[in-house]
């Protein structure tokens, strides 16, 4: 028997994706109690408090995190306030998720953990799409062995349009065109590719929506101590988009059309010839945030390992970090921690 449930609170309830009801709803799934949330908007916690009957309702955070029956809180917000909002959150001794990106900057990550460590609270951040039915059904694969030993994947998402007028557009906020589905594919390229790094070399483009101040285009290409090398790609000028993935192993491929279509291509090179099937992985995994939160409350409550840990986290950054300043320098750059 547990002595003492969780109780949970999230920092942004509302906005575009409704995300502070998502996480309270997969939290209390996984046993985790919603107890309350903040947001600027008192419409926003008039919803909340009908969403969820009982919940506690701020409209300052700075009240939440003195709110001594707080134990877990899960911050919601643009990127640019990750780092700062991580950092009082642990110092309050609450236990702290982070939405993606954790930070974005090496040195706020590597505060926020230290800080983290200090108040001997868990510190983790909320890239729930490692447990994607794709990503879970390629490392499935890889891990049987059929494709071989995996050495290069080629991964992202494009299109061709202009950025919408908010806050992911904008440099200074968001922290660039990498920062919001680039680092959920840095994320995945690190998991099927544990390997330490040696550099990045990437290549950034502004040449067309001067409405936005993030780039048009970002690419990255990561080369691993050990030969294998991925190449990381988020365009808003691609009118001729390539696949979401395309992972080569020794013995064969990989191929997704499109993040969450629902089907893998798998070729398989056999006595000279490569032969071809379907992986059909839609409906085959469970809720990838539900699952986030069943590992979060397993740690909290029995000790388990966390499957994201902030470490990993900070890799992502320290990835996106040599990316920005190899773009600039034209250079291939090392990461930081490698």
Known sequence: MREKTIRGAVIGYGGA????????????NAGIEPYAACDLSPACMEQAAR???GLRTFTDYHALLAD?????VVQILPHNLHGPVNLEIVRAGKHCVS????TLTVAEADACIAAAEEAGVTLTVFHNRRFDGDHRAMMEI?????????FHVECGMGHYGEPPAWWRADKSVSGGNFFDWGVHFIDWVLDLIPDPIENVTAFYQKRQWTSATNEDETEAAIRFRTGKYADVRISSLDAAPRPAFRILGTEGAIVEE??????????RAERGKVWTREELYGGRFADSGTMWYENLAAHLYEGAPLAITAQSARRNIAVLEAAERSAQTRQSEPVAGE
């Not at 001594?68 to 877990?72: F, I, N, Q």
């Not at 939405?99 to 954790?102: A, D, G, I």
């Not at 890889?142 to 995996?150: A, K, L």
């Open 17 to 28: 994706f409704q995300m502070g009801r998502h996480h309270l709803e997969a939290m209390q």
């Open 51 to 53: 969403d969820f009957p």
């Open 68 to 72: 001594p029956d707080v134990d877990l």
């Open 99 to 102: 939405e993606k990106p954790f």
């Open 142 to 150: 890889i891990g049987s062995g059929e494709i071989g030993e995996v």
């Open 258 to 267: 499109s993040v969450g279509c629902g089907v893998l291509t798998v070729s």
